[in-house]
């Protein structure tokens, strides 16, 4: 990876940040905008606990539950949570911001961390790599040899401090609701 992806890669969530403030200064919601996307962003957000409560971040590859569909579940809840967050902003300049974020830094940060994974399993990666796709899910569940069926775990789910996403999106709801309010006439 070069100096300049590194420094994306590294700053992701920090420039979220700014990104957030952008998308609510853009922002044109209507309760009925409030509503569809915030279904939409529980979706993603119900996809990214799923998954946080598989993963074991650098102790294994973790290849059940919904990574026998996906090498990146929670990605993938973020892109769903992105088009939620989209939907409720309701403006086309916010829906701009988002898109352009998640074009920069989901590759990056996808392509970075299969490397990783690459030179920490090895073969055992290549196998998984080679049946599950990287984003755009499988409709069946991989059969992966050696697979253990695995179970989620809440305790998991809070170790990857998972919950702040959750915190975060109900936060942005929050005040798309109020910028709403205050619109009104």
Known sequence: ???????????RVR???????????????TLRSI???????????????Y???YLQKHEILTVTGP?????????????????????????????LFLCVYFTIFFPLVMRREEAELRGRYGARFEEYARVVPIFIPRV????????????FSLAQ?????????AI????LVALLFLIWRLRLP
């Open 67 to 95: 990574y026998t569909r996906t090498r990146n579940p929670l990605y993938l809840g973020s892109a769903i949570l992105g088009v939620g967050v989209a939907v409720a902003a309701h403006s086309w300049v916010s829906t």
């Open 35 to 49: 509503a569809i996307g915030a279904t939409v962003g529980l979706i993603g957000l119900w996809l990214r606990a």
């Open 140 to 151: 069946t569940a991989a059969k992966l040899p050696g697979n253990s069926a695995g179970a």
């Open 15 to 29: 420039l979220g940040y700014p990104l957030a403030v952008a998308v609510l200064w853009f922002a044109r919601p």
């Open 157 to 165: 789910y809070k170790k990857n401090r998972e919950y702040q996403a």
């Open 168 to 171: 975060g999106f109900l936060l």
């Open 51 to 53: 998954a946080a409560g």
């Open 1 to 11: 990876m070069n100096a300049g992806s590194a420094f994306f890669v590294h700053w």
